[in-house]
């Protein structure tokens, strides 16, 4: 009786570290349905027929219920990124890792034969997902910016006729506003490591995406004001689709 109540509050906690989650947002596609499932923080999972990408992996019991990833995309060396205990618990033998040159070079041996370096301003092609580096850093660049331009990278994903972006750690810079026909960003907005929501809002309407997520919003002074950002943005351009998820699940 004992082990059977105990295996039911297993399960139960099981199911709790997976409703912690926000509902995957579903986007049709010339391959299917996206699923988009927000994690934490700069974590996320993009699942598409014939590939799960788990981006910036960070804390293994968040991934409990979700299918192993193809391909893990990292965008920099800093903790809330690039976390190793995550990635032993999370990876397969098949796994792909698809990271800065910066985040190679501390990655763990046994990992290095399932590693592909992308470095800011070139292109490849995994799992059938073309993906293009971009730059992220802070304004002004410098040796004692916490973000180098070059260390890290932003990401494009081609993905069923649908271009996606990832920032990565960085401010509105230039190749952020050159972007075109981005069909869904995700845009950081915390202090002091990347931008404020207005700088955010500033670079969105310039690149105007069809869709963006706010996320990695936990700053030194708590959560950003998400929703602000989300009015500067509608009065701006109203066809721009905000939508705010739950990016910090209570643990």
Not at 1 to 23: D, E, G, N, P, Y
Not at 183 to 202: Q, R
């Amino acid at each position: 009786m004992k082990l059977r109540v105990l295996s039911l509050f297993c399960a139960f906690a099981s199911l709790q570290a997976i409703a912690q989650h926000s509902t995957p947002d579903i986007i049709k596609t010339n391959k299917g349905s996206l699923s988009i499932q927000p994690i934490e923080h700069a974590s996320l999972v993009l699942s598409i027929s014939g590939a799960t990408i788990y981006v910036d992996p960070n804390g293994a019991d968040h991934y409990k219920g979700i299918t192993a990833p193809n391909i893990i995309l990292i965008t920099d060396i800093h903790g809330d990124h690039f976390d190793i205990k995550t990635i032993d618990a999370i990876k397969t033998a098949t796994t792909i890792f698809i990271v800065p040159q910066a985040v190679a070079d501390k990655m763990p041996a046994a990992d290095k034969k399932n590693i592909v370096v992308i470095n800011n301003g070139t292109h490849l092609s995994k799992s059938g997902i073309e993906i293009d580096a971009i730059p992220m850093y802070n304004i002004p660049d410098g040796a004692s910016a916490m973000h180098t331009k070059g260390r890290g990278n932003g990401y494009v994903l081609h993905i069923g006729g649908k271009l996606i972006y990832i920032s990565g750690d960085t401010q509105g810079i230039p190749e952020m506003r050159a972007l075109k026909n981005i069909d869904i960003a995700f845009v950081c907005m915390n202090l002091p490591y990347t931008m404020d929501i207005n700088e955010a809002a500033d670079a969105v309407l310039t690149f105007k995406p069809k869709i963006v997520y706010p996320y990695h919003y936990r700053g030194q002074n708590g959560l950003s004001d998400v929703n602000a950002f989300k009015n500067l943005v509608a009065k701006g351009d109203k066809n721009i689709d905000v939508r705010l998820r739950n990016w910090y699940p209570t643990k």
